[in-house]
C-alpha cells in the first residue's frame, strides 16, 4: 500500500508581524530547503523564544524535527502547533502529518487517532483514508502477533525483542513515506515560492 504524507513546510502564513521574526523564519526556511534541518530546526526554535505563538514557526519546526527523525519531538510541535491553529485546513493538515509521524514510528494507534482526526475536519482527503486503513491493518496485525505471542508461551524478554522487531516500518515503506513526502514538498514549494515574497512585503511595512 502506497503511503502519501504531506510533510511540507509553509513559507508564507508567519502569524507574528515582528520583522525579527519573519527574518529568522525566513533563513530558517532557507536551511531547510537546503536540507540542513539540524539548523533550521534551531532558527525555528530561536523564532519561537521571541514569538511563542507563531503557528508557522511551530509547525515547521514540527517538520524539521520529523526530517531529522526526531518522531517524538515532532509529534510534541504538532501538538503545540494544533493549539495555535484557528483554521480548520491548517488543523486537518497538522493532525494528517502527526499521523505520518506516528506511522513512520510504528505507533499505530495514535496514527488511527490523528488521521480519524484529520478526516473529521476534511472528509474528503483520499490519502488521509488510505493512510487511515494502512495503521487499522498495521495494528490489527501487531495485535495479532502480540496474541500468538501470549499463546506460545515466549519468555517476556523474547516477546519484547520480537515486537519491537516486526513493529517497525520495512525498510521499503519508510522509504515510501520519505519519498512521497519529498514529491509533495517540491510541488507546494513550486506552488508557493511566487507566493512567498508576500511575507516580505508584508515585514517591510510592518517595520
Not at 526556511?29 to 511563542?52: G, R, V
Request: net charge positive; proline share 1%.
Amino acid at each position: 500500500m502506497k503511503i502519501l504524507p504531506a510533510i511540507c513546510l509553509i513559507f508564507f502564513m508567519s502569524t507574528s508581524s515582528a520583522q525579527d521574526v519573519n527574518k529568522i523564519l525566513g533563513d530558517a526556511d532557507k536551511q531547510y530547503q537546503k536540507s540542513e534541518y539540524l539548523n533550521a530546526s534551531k532558527l525555528y526554535e530561536e523564532a519561537l523564544k521571541t514569538s511563542p505563538t507563531d503557528l508557522t514557526a511551530q509547525y515547521n519546526l514540527g517538520i524539521a524535527r520529523f526530517r531529522l527523525d526526531q518522531i517524538e519531538g515532532a509529534t510534541e510541535a504538532f501538538k503545540k502547533a494544533l493549539g495555535l491553529s484557528k483554521d480548520k485546513s491548517m488543523s486537518a493538515k497538522i493532525f494528517y502529518n502527526s499521523g505520518v509521524a506516528f506511522l513512520k514510528s510504528a505507533n499505530y494507534p495514535e496514527a488511527i487517532t490523528a488521521f480519524r482526526n484529520a478526516l473529521k475536519l476534511n472528509s474528503e482527503d483520499r490519502d488521509c483514508r488510505e493512510n487511515l486503513q494502512f495503521a487499522i491493518n498495521q495494528n490489527k496485525k501487531q495485535n495479532n502477533q502480540k496474541q500468538q505471542q501470549q499463546n506460545s508461551g515466549m519468555s517476556q524478554k523474547e516477546s519484547k525483542e520480537q515486537q519491537k522487531s516486526e513493529s517497525k516500518l520495512s525498510k521499503q515503506q519508510a522509504e515510501k513515506i520519505l519519498q512521497s513526502a519529498q514529491q509533495e514538498e517540491s510541488r507546494v514549494r513550486d506552488s508557493l515560492r511566487s507566493k512567498k515574497s508576500n511575507r516580505q512585503n508584508r515585514a517591510t511595512k510592518n517595520w
